[in-house]
């Protein structure tokens, strides 16, 4: 297929089932160039905030977004799904915690269970969440079990009454809503008119280029995407580790390597957290077991990060039982409130179960997490003023720019994968 941008017909209502991450800012971005949206969401919570003008998120301008769509009554969020011209489908699609790590697609197809009863035809149905190949296919074979009286495509050249398409998100926390209007988009339709339709609403607010491809083709980009950078990640805290056991400074070596012009090495971490790049490797892996060894073990190289950092820990208490220790930072990453499969707060969670008493915990965004979670986690914070003058073991897990206003420790023993005073 070409780069297109063209539609097929009309679309004056949006339903975007999902108001997190990413379901929201996308929501109130459509909301936005006046189209007529409602978010969906089982969270009374998520429901509550929107409907009285605020984000239940923290990102950027979203919060005064959302006010001024709801004030003009072109933004509202239920609970359950209402008739709508266009569907976007943007809920979480996990990976099984208990050991096998195979994709978890359930929350897809409640999505489009629930959705099924107010289809019409002509509608438009998009899947944003990151999923394995062949999820689009899938929800369309979902959709023909619960609506028999529609057709769905099943294949490029099919005529169906409802358009499906896979649409995936290539946004950052902290900077969503830019990112929403300047990225390109990989637009996969299940046919040539499904992806043109899919472009023509994305066309809205896009300035980047939409790329229309298959379903099957999208929904590898995304994977692709994710995995390429969980492998150069793991290259770089794999040469952390090396280089820590060798007693070599791995940012004067990174620093150096980088000076070659065909090589850019990464910062190293404290692992790899966040619900994309964490999780969507396991995907291709579910799918090729035999083929994507590179991508496994990127995966658990960077998974096996947290054990190294707590065992650094470990060894400087052995020598000196009953320091105190300090964590800076639980985030998955600087700067933002999102604590979704942090290697941090792992880590910090494993220390405080280790040593009672002996570690808290900082963090400029600490008020986003839960107060049953960070009980059950037997979290303890402390001011970071505080903690940096009191501990005696500093573990920096998390470069926040908030942490850049105190200075260097001084007499403080310091393990700092990061390289935030490198």
């Given amino acids: ?171 950052i926390p902290g900077q969503m809503l830019r990112e929403l209007v300047e990225n390109d988009r990989i637009i996969g339709g299940m046919t040539p008119r499904c992806a043109e339709t ?33 492998v150069n990640i793991a290259f770089a805290n794999e040469l952390s580790m090396i280089c820590h056991d060798l007693d070599v400074d791995v940012w004067k070596v990174i620093e150096f390597a980088n000076r070659h012009p065909r090589v850019s090495i990464l910062r190293p971490g404290a692992g790899v957290g966040g619900h994309c790049i964490a999780v969507d490797p396991w995907f291709i892996v579910a799918s090729a077991p035999e083929r994507a060894r590179l991508i496994r073990t990127a995966r658990e190289v960077n998974d096996a990060k947290p054990s190294y950092v707590v065992e650094q820990v470990d060894a400087i208490l052995s020598r000196h039982p009953g320091l105190s220790v300090a964590c800076l930072g639980l985030a998955y990453k600087p700067d933002v409130d999102d604590f979704r499969e942090s290697p941090s707060l792992e880590i910090a969670t494993r220390l405080s179960n280790r040593y009672p008493g002996q570690v808290h915990c900082c963090d400029p965004f600490a008020g986003a997490l839960d107060d049953g979670e960070v009980a059950q986690r037997n979290l303890r914070f402390m001011e970071t003023e505080v903690a940096l003058k009191e501990a005696d073991l500093i573990v920096v897990l998390v470069p926040h720019s908030a942490f850049r206003a105190f200075p260097v420790p001084q007499g403080k023993q310091v393990i700092d994968p990061v390289g935030f005073w490198a």
Avoid: W
């Fill in 198 to 230: 899919a472009a023509g609403l994305y066309k809205r607010f896009v300035r980047g280029v939409c790329h229309l491809t298959t379903d099957r083709t999208a929904e590898m980009v995304k994977l692709t995407e994710n995995s390429f950078r969980d």
């Fill in 1 to 171: 297929m070409q780069d297109g941008n063209s539609s097929s017909r009309e679309i004056q209502s949006l339903a975007v089932i999902g108001l997190g991450y990413i379901g929201l800012p996308t929501a109130a971005m459509f909301a936005s160039t006046g189209l007529a949206t409602t978010g969906v969401d089982v969270s009374k919570r998520a429901v509550d905030a929107v409907n009285s003008g605020k984000a239940h998120i923290e990102e950027g301008n979203l919060d005064e977004l959302v006010e001024q769509c709801v004030h003009k009554g072109l933004l509202r969020a239920v609970d359950k799904p209402v008739p709508a011209d266009a569907f976007i489908i943007a809920v979480p699609t996990p990976v099984d915690t208990s050991g096998s790590c195979e994709p978890d697609v359930s929350f897809v197809q409640a999505a489009g269970r629930s959705l099924a009863s107010v289809l019409k035809r002509g509608d438009l149905i998009i899947l944003e969440s990151t999923s394995p190949v062949g999820t689009t296919a899938m929800l369309a074979r979902l959709l023909a079990e619960e609506r028999p009286d529609l057709r769905f495509p099943q294949g490029p050249d099919d005529e169906a009454d409802i358009c499906l398409a896979y649409c995936p998100e290539r946004i």
